[in-house]
């Protein structure tokens, strides 16, 4: 069994790959964002925390007062984050509804973006004589899933007819931008919102924490946080993520010699090659092959020949202290895990959570 000796938490793994998660860094965007936001939050933690771990990040931050929710995308991610908090969770998906008894079983607030649905969860919710929460969901622009009214009286008369519904409690009404980062299209979609929503009462929230830095949120009561949580594409936030694994080979070559599959890469002198037991099974892009590099030793060292499933070699050249056992940075302090989005051709949502895969997590602090 091996122990990172230098973790300051007790965690025990086998693998010689695995990612750090900082919950000092964690806390710290937590309350930046808050700051900024000056309101209440639900936070998102759909994909397993996108990646870093739902459970223990739910568990931690049950006790800020500011946090009033946790959202996820489906029922099983609802499921499996109640064994970890009691506090309010919400699917922002649609749920199946033969899936109704045990959303309400355990609390389970589930969006409902049409009459049907809210009415087939009624008469469950009268059978095992409980009451149903729900938010309903309107579509401003997205085009993915809500309400697809026409006009303000069109949606209020279905709210109306939601709300005489004995075992139905709307939590909340709320929207998605399709594009935080254009000012016009939210302001738009900000202004179809408060038309069809003013003359009601109950909690609105339309904005991620990257959207309410850019139009007033003063109208609404909730923001929402994703992403941002763990300190990705945003420079004042601190990344949460890190990825690390150990060198289990070191080999010299000659020039000439290729190395990984199809022989596409080959060394024009003498070298020295490690390999890290890790690769596209984890989450790592293959069609990063030879485009990243690692850090180990105070120096960087370029990533060669194709990514294979579960191993990755890196040229280290004549450096002569890198060993066997030596960890690797692949993305950290010193390589963000941006430059490889920008390298893929991707976002960094996609990559964070492609790596929760197999790779063990490890929960460190600063202190």
Not at 210 to 231: C, H, K, S, W, Y
Not at 336 to 363: D, F, H, M
Request: hydrophobic share 40%; aromatic share 8%; proline share 4%.
């Amino acid at each position: 069994m091996q122990v990172r000796p230098d973790i300051n938490i007790n965690t025990r793994f086998y693998r010689d790959a695995w990612l750090e998660v900082n919950l000092d860094c964690l806390e710290d965007n937590l309350k930046t964002i808050h700051q900024q936001c000056k309101k209440p939050l639900i936070l998102v933690l759909k994909a397993d925390a996108y990646g870093h771990g739902a459970g223990v990040i739910a568990n931690m931050l049950d006790s800020y007062d500011f946090v009033d929710s946790y959202a996820v995308a489906n029922i099983d991610e609802a499921l499996n984050l109640r064994q970890s908090t009691n506090k309010r969770i919400m699917v922002l998906g649609i749920t199946p509804d033969w899936s109704y008894g045990v959303a309400l079983e355990k609390d389970i607030e589930l969006t409902v973006c049409d009459y049907a649905a809210a009415e087939k969860l009624q008469k469950m919710a009268q059978d095992i004589e409980k009451v149903a929460k729900i938010h309903l969901k309107i579509d401003t622009g997205m085009n993915r899933i809500g309400f697809k009214c026409e006009k303000p009286e069109e949606f209020l008369d279905i709210v109306k007819k939601i709300d005489i519904l004995f075992n139905i409690k709307i939590q909340s009404i709320y929207s998605h931008y399709s594009n935080a980062d254009d000012h016009p299209t939210c302001a738009s979609q900000t202004s179809k919102f408060v038309n069809f929503t003013d003359d009601l009462t109950y909690p609105r929230h339309i904005a991620s924490s990257r959207a309410a830095r850019m139009i007033n949120q003063e109208p609404f009561d909730f923001v929402r946080v994703g992403i941002e949580l763990f300190g990705l594409d945003n420079p004042i936030l601190k990344p949460v993520m890190s990825l690390f694994a150990r060198v289990v080979f070191l080999k010299s070559i000659l020039p000439g010699e290729a190395v990984s599959y199809q022989s596409l890469w080959r060394t024009k002198r003498s070298t020295k090659i490690v390999t890290l037991p890790l690769g596209y099974a984890d989450g790592i892009p293959r069609s990063l092959s030879g485009r990243i590099k690692g850090y180990c030793k105070d120096s960087f060292h370029q990533q060669v020949g194709l990514i294979t499933m579960d191993q990755m070699m890196y040229d280290i050249g004549d450096v002569e202290d890198i060993k066997v056992g030596d960890t690797m940075e692949l993305i950290g302090p010193h390589l963000p895990i941006r430059e490889w989005s920008k390298l893929a051709n991707t976002i960094s949502y996609e990559l964070v959570t492609s790596l929760n895969l197999r790779l063990p997590k490890v929960y460190t602090r600063n202190t």
